[in-house]
T-cell receptor, first 114, second 106 residues
Framework: DTGVSQDPRHKITKRGQNVTFRCDPI?????LYWYRQTLGQGPEFLTY????????KSRLLSDRFSAERPKGSFSTLEIQRTEQGDSAMYLC????????????FGPGTRLLVL | KNEVEQSPQNLTAQEGEFITINCSYS?????LHWLQQHPGGGIVSLFM???GKKKHGRLIATINIQEKHSSLHITASHPRDSAVYIC????????FGAGTILRVKS
């Protein structure tokens, strides 16, 4: 247990539905990252926050994806109008900003879109 | 854009064997992570290094910044070492390799 939690751990949904995932980082960590991992691949960067500010978004993050970190603590990732290609593991990680950071990963949310 | 390549993609070893996993990257970085991912998805950071060598138990990680190459070694491998090992480089963000699937048979 790294101290980063994610909820839910698994989600099965029908195409077209909206889903929302939550990440609770280690409490003193000011940075929070979202990654997506498909089968047989390493994680890919989606977006990250420093405190409540979303500082960068990947081009992988289409308009159907939105992430928030309203109070600089937990974060949510919402996918609207899900597509089968959204099926993946969604990973959250947190860190304390610095020259060299160690990111602590959550257990991930596995999404299956039918 | 940094490309991170790992080899081999799959590795099967007998218990007790010495294992090496390699990672090459294409641009200058500030640090490199070795991560372990077990079935079910949980990722654990094993090492973060920016130069030289680090050792933790039976795991050793080395990095050669000039050659843009890092290796992860496992001595006296054990079936519980079976997992996916992922290399990730720090530039302005983490860029991950595809992972090496390791299976250690008893």
């Amino acid at each position: 247990d790294t101290g980063v939690s994610q909820d839910p751990r698994h989600k099965i949904t029908k195409r077209g539905q909206n889903v929302t995932f939550r990440c609770d980082p280690i409490s003193e960590h000011n940075r929070l990252y979202w990654y997506r991992q498909t089968l047989g691949q390493g994680p890919e960067f989606l977006t990250y926050f420093q405190n409540e500010a979303q500082l960068e978004k990947s081009r992988l993050l289409s308009d159907r994806f939105s992430a928030e970190r309203p109070k600089g603590s937990f974060s949510t990732l919402e996918i609207q109008r899900t597509e089968q290609g959204d099926s993946a593991m969604y990973l959250c990680a947190s860190s304390l900003s610095g020259t060299i950071e160690t990111q602590y990963f959550g257990p991930g949310t596995r999404l299956l879109v039918l | 854009k940094n490309e991170v390549e790992q080899s081999p993609q799959n590795l099967t070893a007998q218990e007790g064997e010495f294992i090496t996993i390699n990672c090459s990257y294409s641009v200058g970085i500030s640090a490199l992570h070795w991560l372990q991912q077990h079935p079910g998805g949980g990722i654990v950071s094993l090492f973060m290094l920016s130069s030289g060598k680090k050792k933790h138990g039976r795991l050793i990680a080395t990095i050669n910044i000039q050659e843009k190459h890092s290796s992860l070694h496992i001595t006296a491998s054990h079936p519980r070492d079976s997992a996916v090992y992922i290399c990730a480089t720090w530039g302005d963000k983490l860029v991950f390799g595809a992972g090496t699937i390791l299976r250690v048979k008893s």
